[in-house]
């Protein structure tokens, strides 16, 4: 799965190594995803890392009910998502504002940059604003030297101070999709 | 005639030593805080379809303790593609135990799936579930509680077919962060 993924995206994910590292040093230990060509490769790390729990998903919201779990049992919890599965994730994130359970939700962006594929725009649009109105609090990254930096300050805002954080990563820094 | 709930929720958490119980919104909430508060239980009182997916972030994250899920036919019927990732995920230390009064009690008794003859049981079978069943009578209950402090191969589901009606309510605390804590504490983990 993720090779055949990666052979649909034109550019490579140099900066998925460095994002694991962050992730793993802020101390996350399990993690849970319904693919996404754009964490294609961090998935495959993350899969591979046997200090770490992985579930794949079949909606996006189970992974924030299994974040709620994990850290219930002391353990931090990462969501690997594209921005279409935030939608599937409203309802669910009121367990994690009105608990205060830190969450880190990575978002990779579809329907915003070079998008082929209509469908995915109307999501797309939605997801800052519907995150911003359930109480999540949204990072943009555009370069994967930003993404780097403010993944690790965004798990330790989740972590540390029990926030709800999506780090949005730009479908123009992502590259564009071939067809 | 099928079970009280109430009579055996409380059967079922009986003697429950070190078990970890997350309980869905609704009744299930109230059957549990009725059969005995703790501060081992997680009561949820939103976030429907969340209840066995937040049994498996903390099967998974505390594998040395037996976590139970307990919820009713709707809540679960909400997460039925949890069922789907708790059988691949296969925690050994977790069960569910589906309170299945074939309807929506809370918002006025509405038959649910299983009324109309969806069989959660089957469903989880079909998940990969280790372990499956359905009980309708007390010696089955007394049976089951026995079996959820038992070491298991996988993943657990079982369902209680209970009477379709509300008893009285039995209130735990709303406040989801007093909730949080409290269980966390518990677990000899730091608070914030």
Request: aromatic fraction near 6%; hydrophobic fraction near 45%; proline fraction near 5%.
């Amino acid at each position: 799965m993720p090779a055949a993924a990666d052979a649909k995206t034109d550019l490579a994910q140099p900066w998925a190594s460095d994002v694991h590292r962050v992730l793993k040093s802020a101390g996350v230990t399990h993690m849970s995803y319904v693919p996404d060509a754009g964490h294609a490769s961090l998935i495959d790390l993350f899969a591979a890392d046997p200090d770490v729990v992985s579930n794949v998903l079949t909606s996006e919201q189970e992974g924030i009910a299994i974040a709620a779990g994990a850290w219930l049992g002391g353990k931090r919890s990462v969501l690997l998502l594209q921005s279409s599965g935030v939608g599937n994730c409203i309802n669910m994130l009121s367990l994690m504002t009105i608990a205060r359970f830190p969450l880190l939700m990575l978002v990779t962006m579809r329907g915003e940059w070079a998008e082929f594929n209509p469908w995915q725009v109307p999501m797309g649009r939605a997801t800052e604003p519907a995150l911003d109105a359930i109480g999540v609090r949204t990072f943009r990254t555009d370069t994967a030297e930003d993404l780097v930096e403010v993944a690790g300050s965004a798990a330790a805002l989740a972590y540390e101070a029990d926030q709800q954080i999506a780090l949005l990563i730009s479908q123009r820094m992502l590259g564009k999709k071939i067809w | 005639m099928a079970l009280d709930r109430r009579t055996a929720v409380a059967a079922l958490l009986r003697d429950r030593g070190g078990l970890l119980v997350v309980s869905g919104l609704g009744s299930p909430t109230y059957d549990v805080h009725a059969a005995g508060d703790s501060d081992a239980n997680f009561y949820l009182w939103g976030a429907m379809g969340s209840a066995a997916l937040i049994g498996l972030g903390l099967a998974q994250a505390r594998p040395d303790r037996n976590v139970l899920a307990i919820t009713g036919d709707g809540e679960q019927l909400m997460g039925l593609g949890g069922l789907a990732t708790i059988g691949v995920a296969r925690p050994r230390n977790l069960s569910i135990v589906v309170v299945d009064n074939g309807h929506f009690g809370e918002t006025g008794m509405q038959r649910s799936h299983t009324g109309c003859g969806l069989d959660l049981a089957a469903v989880a079978s079909a998940c990969g579930f280790a372990e499956t069943g359905v009980a309708a009578d007390m010696a089955a209950v007394d049976a089951l509680r026995g079996t959820l402090h038992r070491p298991a191969e996988g993943p657990r589901l079982f369902v209680l077919k209970v009477e379709a009606e509300n008893p009285p309510r039995s209130l735990p605390p709303r406040d989801a962060v007093f909730l949080k804590n409290r269980f966390r504490a518990h677990l000899g983990l730091p608070v914030t």
